[in-house]
């Protein structure tokens, strides 16, 4: 899966794809290196990023998805009413870091035969790297998950359009982080596909002690921890790069 962020303040590309045709132009080049998946969002959940309406968030994503409804597109966002208007709009996929606690969001996807990424996130992006404390992290957000996709279930959505993902970053410390990734393989009890979203996080800021633009490396090492620990969604920016990582491991794995 391909990152585009339609958002003046992402923390790892802010700007660059603001302008319709320059995320467009982003997201035809993602697919070209492979991504199977375009993520676009219009909203930053970033820690202190400014709100944005959901007038102004439809505003970035429509024209996008508008122009690449040709490829298989999911799009990022917590709101019921973005969430409709994309899968009108011919999205393929919802990714909400809110596992469909909105009101109304269960509702807006059920219908769809989209698919939809559930992510544990603990807390709100505004105030979520403030001291995250768990017992057990891992067990926590397993039955987090194990929740969603109960409330998914019952709500009229097919487990089989269902992926989960633990939430990198959101709610967590680094040891948080990287105690879900050792601990990874666990989620396979939920028994759907899992996701990862590793690309450029400070967890590997701290521990490189690189800064955003110089995290190819640590993220292609995630990337590979994420698929030993059964990941089979990598949500990332550097496309070209992670499916050389893909494709090595692949072969690692043919007997
Ligand atoms: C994730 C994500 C972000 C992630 C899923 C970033 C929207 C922060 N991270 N969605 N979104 N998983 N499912 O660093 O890890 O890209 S935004």
Known sequence: MGV???TPDSFSDG??????????????????DGADIIDIGGESTRP???PVSEAEELQRVLPVLGK????????????PGVMRA????GASMINDVQALQAPGALEAVRSSRCAVCLMHMKG?????QREPHYDDVVAEVKEFLRQRIAAAEGAGIA???LVVDPGFGFGKTAEHNLQLLRRLREFGDLEVPLMAGLSRKSTIGKLTGRPVEERLAGSLAMALLALEGGARI??????KDTRDVITVWQAFNES
């Open 4 to 6: 585009v962020n339609i």
């Open 15 to 32: 700007a660059l794809f603001l302008e319709p045709h320059a995320a467009v132009e982003h997201a035809r080049k993602l697919a070209a």
């Open 48 to 50: 202190g990023a400014a």
């Open 68 to 79: 690449i409804h040709d490829l298989c597109v999911s799009v990022d966002t917590r709101r």
């Open 86 to 89: 994309a899968l009108e709009a």
């Open 124 to 128: 709100e992006p505004a105030t979520m």
């Open 159 to 161: 487990r089989e359009r």
């Open 234 to 239: 990598l949500r990332v920016h550097d496309v």
